[in-house]
């Protein structure tokens, strides 16, 4: 895949393209990125890319004829035959980047390659957005001073979507009952961290356990920390397969019982649910963890 980005801060994306994942990626020939300086296609003397806004008011705004000259020779070097690059805009006027979207822009960068623009200081020229622009990308809604860190975002995002440049870990099947859902907790060695002790069911060399009680804490984390996510998912369910989302869509039946004990034991005192980080450090490593106890002995 190509990507060309379009910036007056090359210089920030050096390390980013020479490190981990996407360095390797690089290294491997399976990404190619093009770092394009804007001013480079200026014409006057102080290669100026801003000028005050028509209209007045603060801020300066970015003129339109260095983003023109530049979007469309890179356009050029990147064109095949009729197929141009998908341009986009990084702007806190984009839709808001998910991992959709991030599969739909590796797929349309793998078919005709990818120009990233990042703007600076107020606003960029309307023009530009109206004639160069195919479109506008955001990653969240917070305030930041420009496309760079948005534009890295993307190229990180996309890069982990071509094929080869992740290596695959987990089965597709581990993946897919925690589509939509956050991830288990995870422990690696020592066994005992200031008294913390590894839940016993990952020391036990039960599989299927094992697989049951990642689920749960998969089910557990996406309710207390994304509630959102476990909504969204039956949001989902209902939108597409009315028929069969009271089965299941995202989630499985056994999924749904989990996720309706766990709403009971949300209900309930404390003690009776969730063990508290406070009984995790008291418990001067016995095995007790965050409720494995309790839906142990429910179930
Ligand atoms: C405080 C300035 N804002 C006035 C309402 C407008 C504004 C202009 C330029 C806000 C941010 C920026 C620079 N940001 C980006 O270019 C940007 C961005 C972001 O700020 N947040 C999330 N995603 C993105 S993508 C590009």
New binding site residues.
């Given amino acids: 895949m190509r990507i060309q980005i379009l910036t007056i801060f090359p210089e920030l994306f050096g390390p980013f393209l020479a490190t981990s994942l996407v360095g390797r990626a690089i290294e491997k020939g399976l990404l190619e990125v093009r770092v394009l300086d804007l001013r480079d296609f200026t014409e006057d003397r102080h290669r100026s890319v801003d000028d005050e806004p028509y209209g007045g008011g603060g801020?300066m705004v970015m003129t339109a004829p260095p983003w023109l000259k530049a979007v469309r020779a890179a356009a050029e070097a990147d064109s095949r035959g009729e197929i141009r690059p998908w341009r986009i805009?990084?702007?806190?006027q984009?839709s808001r980047?998910d991992e959709a979207k991030v599969r739909e822009l590796a797929e349309r960068g793998a078919e005709r390659g990818l120009i990233l623009m990042?703007?600076?200081?107020?606003?960029i020229d309307e023009r530009v957005r109206r004639t160069v622009v195919d479109e506008e990308?955001?990653?969240?809604?917070?305030?930041?001073?420009?496309?760079e860190?948005?534009?890295m975002v993307l190229v990180e995002a996309i890069s982990r979507q071509v094929p080869g440049v992740v290596k695959l870990a987990g089965s597709v099947e581990q993946d897919s009952f925690r589509a939509g859902l956050l991830d288990h907790p995870h422990y690696t060695r020592p066994p005992v961290v200031e008294g913390m002790a590894v839940p016993e069911v990952l020391t036990s060399g039960d599989h299927a356990a094992i697989r049951r009680w990642r689920e749960r804490e998969a089910l557990r984390a996406t309710r207390e920390k994304r509630p959102d996510l476990l909504e969204q998912a039956l949001e989902q369910a209902l939108e597409q397969a009315p028929e069969q989302a009271r089965r299941q869509v995202r989630l499985t039946p056994e999924q749904r019982r989990e996720l309706e004990r766990l709403e009971r034991e949300r209900c309930e005192p404390a003690e009776a649910g969730l063990h508290s980080d406070s009984e995790i450090e008291n418990n001067g490593g016995n095995v007790p963890q965050a409720g494995s106890a309790s839906l142990r002995g429910e179930s």
């Fill in positions: 801020g805009l990084l702007s806190p984009g980047l990042c703007g600076r200081y107020e606003a990308v955001s990653i969240g809604d917070y305030v930041l001073s420009g496309g860190l948005p534009a």
